[in-house]
Each structure stands twice: as structure tokens, then as C-alpha cells.
């Protein structure tokens, strides 16, 4: 993200559409950093920083392999490396496949 390594936990629900075979999948989430050695103070851009999501999107299967689109709103209290985070709206598409192999990405949308 932007440069930046970074752990995401994320918490979502599916719920399949009656007609047409989409499902309507809604989470929550948070995004940590965490720099080592640091003093663990956000205010200057150091130590650990957190942004949390919540989002909603559609999915597909395709074969085994699930796609999710969708949107994403962000926010944090940090003035360091995530700022750029806070009330920031995303868009994302998500991919995964049987054996558990999954890619996603995310763009801000301006």
C-alpha cells in the first residue's frame, strides 16, 4: 500500500442474491503498520499506525474462482505514513480460488 508493508484483519459476510447468481458481501476491517525500533508515536509518523474500513461490494463465481468488486471508506486518527487513509473512498476488485490463493487490489477514487 503505497510503499508501505502492512497487516489488514478483515471480517465479512455473504449473502447470495435470488436472481442471477450474485452475492451481496459486506466487511469491516483494520490496517496496521508497524515500524520496528520505534518509539511508538504516531503524532511524528512513527511506530505503530491503524486505519480502520468498512465496505460493500458484489461477487461472481466463475468455475472455482470468486471475484468481488466493490467499495471501500476508510478513516484513522494518524498524522503519519496511513493519513492519507482518513475519509478516503476506495474502489477494489478481490479474487480468490479454491486453494485458498487470493489477490486484491484497491484504488482512491477522486
Known sequence: MR???VTSIVTYSSIPRELG???????????MTKEM??????????GDE????TGQ?????SGQRRRDVGSIFCRTSSNG???????M????????????IS??????WK
Open 3 to 5: 510503499g508501505l508493508e
Open 21 to 31: 447468481g450474485a452475492i451481496y458481501a459486506e466487511g469491516q476491517g483494520v490496517i
Open 37 to 46: 525500533g520505534s518509539d511508538n508515536n504516531n503524532s511524528n509518523g512513527g
Open 50 to 53: 491503524t486505519a480502520t474500513w
Open 57 to 61: 461490494g458484489i461477487a461472481h463465481y
Open 81 to 87: 505514513k496511513l493519513a492519507f487513509l482518513n475519509n
Open 89 to 100: 473512498v476506495g474502489i477494489f476488485e478481490y479474487e480468490a480460488d479454491e486453494n485458498g
Open 103 to 108: 489477490r486484491g487490489k484497491m484504488w482512491e
